[in-house]
Structures are given as C-alpha cells and as structure tokens.
C-alpha cells in the first residue's frame, strides 16, 4: 500500500505579509517618490528666481542668456539669435553664486 503525502502550502501569517509589504512601500518610497520630489522642488525653485541677464543651461544642453521671462516660457540669446522655451527647460544657471 502506497501512502500520499499531501504538502500543504505554507502561506506565512498575515502580520508577516503585511509587515513585507510594508518595508516594500516604505523602500519604494525612500528610493523613488522622495528624491524625485526633492528634485522637482528644486528645478521649481530654479524657475521661479530665473532673472533677465542671466547666463543658463538647458536640459538639452544649450547655453543662452536670459533675454525675457513669460510666465511659462523664456527668451534665450544663443550665439546669433533668440529661441523661446519652456521654465521647466532651464537644468542649471551657469556662473555666479547658483552653479
């Protein structure tokens, strides 16, 4: 006669399980939302003291000076001409005190 051993699966308890998916949203949290937050606030902060005179650099790497500011986009002078974009374009100020 042959005996059938049935495994019963062990799922863990409960408080185990959500204890994990706890550590789980908590990394994903200090790993993820947070810096990008941090980041956000700064190229917002960034945008908002930009001001006429100013040499910057666009994300896209481009170097102008700040000609005029809009409420959403700005006016660069690169090298023989003026192109207009977005404040969110701005990556960094380029010299003086913000570099």
């Known amino acids: 006669m042959h005996y059938v ?4 699966e062990s799922s863990g308890s409960p408080v185990t399980s959500i204890v994990f ?5 908590a990394v994903f949290w200090l790993f993820i939302i947070r810096p990008q937050r941090r980041r956000s606030k700064k190229q917002k902060e960034l945008a908002g003291s ?7 650099k666009t994300i896209g790497g481009i170097h102008g000076t ?3 500011l809009d409420e ?4 660069l002078k690169v090298e023989d001409g003026k192109i207009r974009v977005t404040r969110r374009a701005i990556g960094s100020v380029v010299g003086g005190d913000d570099t």
Not at 5 to 8: C, E, G, M, T
Not at 50 to 56: A, D, K, P, S, Y
């Open 72 to 75: 959403d986009s700005i006016v």
């Open 5 to 8: 051993v049935l495994a019963q």
């Open 66 to 68: 700040v000609v005029s």
């Open 50 to 56: 930009l001001m006429v005179g100013q040499e910057v």
């Open 21 to 25: 998916l706890g550590l789980m949203v």
